[in-house]
């Protein structure tokens, strides 16, 4: 059953910017309104007392002198004058000095609001030379100030549906738009079949994962090497050319040719040809070493990779062995002499790769992260390095390559996934 998290991941980015965003301006809309709402009404209570005691007071001043000669007439035209002149007031009473009603008004009908919106009374003295001669009741109909205030909610409500409006559109757009663009970089760049697409960035993230991959790190070491040379030798090539026919024979090559150049660019190694059906991967050495090493054995590990899982086409019969070594520069010699030298070193790699046996790699002991000693009382000579497990070779100053550490494995493995998209895109595209 597909869970609400999962139901989120599927969806695309320009739905993942959306859904937080307008949940967001929904929680902070609420908020701010309801915030709004409650500063009005407290706005228009205090208002509604204010003005409950301004009128009574007043009301009081200008009804003394009628309420003295009890005139009853002047004190129902203030009154009415009142009420006239201030829709807020809904009921006005001036009661005499035994606190009897003389004069009682209200609204024949109510502007709005219900009782709930009745506040008071507001009540006041009226009194002359210090003797109390009645009072005044004044009661304000609240809803005719909330009346006036409500445009002022009506305002923000329409402001706050505005800016969600455009915000929304604007990050829509902006992430159709950014969603068209990770597609496209990813179209150009080759995947491995099954990737499981959630989102354009997953996508492109998944794709470009096997490039950003770096061997496992070690410890560093002192080596004075300039470069790594990985001597691969094609054992059987005379082999495979008195047996195929020369179209067959060229394709196989060419076929072999595109998985070496695939794998030297994604291992950052140059290439270079060598005699005794050899070709040479050169790696660049920098101060860890042992890291440049690793990166050479996945290069070659991805190689034969290549070349045994397409065996069923017109690679099938390449046997490879290679021999990895160190290529150190002495700049007390002279260019040509240190040429010579190197030239020297590679026609002994070359050797010794042709002498292997099919898909060993030999490692100069000099390249692992320590010296190989050995267990005498058990007889094991396997030792796990960090991100290699190798062997040493009796009589011999070359180590034997078993395999990988299993996270450099792992890694090796979206590696392959990768080259085999560039060999392979027509697989991966359907």
């Known amino acids: 059953m597909q869970t609400a998290k999962d139901y989120f991941l599927a969806l695309g980015l320009q739905k993942k910017l959306l859904l937080p965003t307008i949940a967001l301006l929904v929680t902070f809309g609420l908020c701010s309104l309801m915030t709004l709402s409650f500063h009005l009404e ?5 208002q509604s007392d204010r003005l409950g005691h301004n009128l009574a007071q007043q009301l009081a001043e200008q009804a003394r002198q009628s309420l003295v000669q009890n005139d009853s007439v ?3 035209v203030l009154i009415s004058t009142l009420l006239e002149n201030n829709p807020e007031a809904f009921r006005v009473t001036v009661s005499n000095y035994q606190n009897q009603s003389q004069i009682e008004s209200k609204r024949a009908f109510r502007i709005n609001g219900n009782n709930a919106d009745i506040l008071g009374p507001y009540t006041h003295e009226i009194a002359m030379a210090g003797t109390a001669l009645g009072g005044v009741d004044i009661t304000i109909n609240a809803a005719v100030l909330r009346s006036e205030l409500r445009p002022i909610f009506s305002l923000a409500l329409l402001n706050w549906i505005l800016f969600s409006l455009l915000l929304c559109a604007g990050l829509s757009r902006f992430g159709g738009n950014l969603g068209r663009r990770l597609n496209a970089m990813s179209a150009t760049i080759p995947a491995s079949e099954g990737v499981n697409v959630q989102d354009e960035l997953t996508h492109l993230e998944t794709t470009l994962k096997p490039l950003l991959v770096k061997p496992a790190e070690g410890e560093t070491q002192n080596n004075s090497a300039d470069s790594l040379v990985l001597t691969v030798c094609v054992r059987n090539l005379l082999d495979l050319k008195s047996q195929l026919t020369r179209t067959s024979y060229r394709n196989l090559l060419q076929g072999f040719d595109d998985a070496v150049n695939a794998t030297s660019r994604l291992f950052e190694a140059s290439r270079s040809g060598g005699a005794r059906d050899c070709l040479h991967l050169t790696f660049p050495s920098s101060v860890d070493t042992f890291n440049t090493t690793t990166r050479a054995v996945c290069c ?29 520069a002495d700049h007390s010699l002279s260019q040509f002499e240190q040429q010579q030298r190197y030239q020297r070193a590679l026609s002994a790699a070359e050797k010794e790769a042709s002498a292997a046996t099919k898909g060993q790699l030999l490692i100069a002991e000099a390249l692992t992260q320590t010296p190989f000693d050995g267990d005498e009382e058990t007889g094991n000579k396997s030792r796990s390095n960090c991100a290699i497990h190798y062997e040493k070779c009796a009589g011999s100053n070359l180590v034997l390559f078993i395999s990988l550490h299993e996270d450099q494995q792992k890694n090796l493995e979206e590696q392959l996934a990768f ?3 560039q060999l392979l895109p027509e697989t991966t595209a359907s």
């Open 300 to 328: 070659f590990s991805a190689l034969t990779e290549l070349i045994h899982s397409n065996q069923h086409g017109t690679n099938a019969g390449l046997s490879l062995s290679a021999v990895l070594k160190p290529a150190k």
């Open 419 to 421: 080259l085999r998209g």
């Open 74 to 76: 002047s004190l129902q």
């Open 42 to 46: 407290s706005n228009a209570q205090r």
